[in-house]
């Protein structure tokens, strides 16, 4: 009974992490509707980059010496999992419904295998191969609205192709880190990237002339606080608290209810329509990830900021 307590607390921080990340998707919605995907990514992460800074401060007493090699990592971090990641996740946003985008960016776990096969010829399990099938399988039938043969027609718009390329994007990011800095805690890392691809977003703000203050409504800037605070800050520390407590396996399960969150608050707030090719892509999305997530190795600093 003693226990019970702070586990009960663990898995209630855990479910605020899958909601948060859920709810990301709709301040991304509204924040792509109201200013360009650069300007919006570049603010987002300076709000976010100030947190971690602010909590490597505080849990780490500051960021510590990096190599050459490490420079190199961060670097790479900066541009796939920040720059690129950010832009296109926008990008698609501007036109992709919350809950069509949840579904396509739930897939990178899939991605992160294959590529993990390809690239780091690590080992895919016939199992896990089944999951990857079952989730792309789900995101063709949501996408296709219960016809996934209508995606080789090309159905699909700019909008889910940006958002495709944000989930290899990430994937790139994943692997980066998984391979390059293993000697960084996770929040060094993190925080490293952000700070050298928030810098990376500046000069292209300022390339493209979208380095301006955003003529934004509270609605708009409540959406990138929302993206920065929360979206990184508290899912960040309470992601590792549910890792450190019990074990990265049980942790990622909990990353199943993204999607669903994300579908719920999508009809509630935005009022999207819930369709029933919908709810049967997310189920299978869902149903997909669960079997690559079980059980699961979660690598350093491949944290998603959504």
Known sequence: MILARPLALIYAKLTGVALVWGGSFIAARVVAVEMPAPTAALWRYVIA???????????????PRISRA????????????????????????????????SLIIATVPAATLIGGALFLHEPLTLRRGAGIAIALFGVAVELGHGNPLVLFQGHAGMGEAALFGGVLSWAAYTLVG????????????????ALIGTAFLAALCLATGDFVWPDATPRGWAGLAFLGLFGTALAYIWFYDGVKAVGPARTSVFVNLVPIAAITFAVLLLHEPLELSMVVGAA???????????????????VPVR
């Open 284 to 302: 299978l999305v869902v149903s997909g990830v669960f079997i690559i997530n079980w059980p699961v190795h979660v690598p350093p600093a491949v």
């Open 49 to 63: 980059t100030g947190t971690l800074v602010v909590l490597s401060l505080v849990f780490e007493h500051g960021l």
């Open 178 to 193: 998984k391979r390059l800095l293993t000697d960084l805690s996770p929040l060094a890392a993190t925080t490293y990237a």
């Open 70 to 101: 490490q420079v190199i990592g961060v670097s790479l971090l900066g541009v796939t999992g920040v720059v690129l990641y950010n832009l296109l996740f926008l990008y698609g946003m501007e036109s992709v419904s919350a809950s069509r985008g």
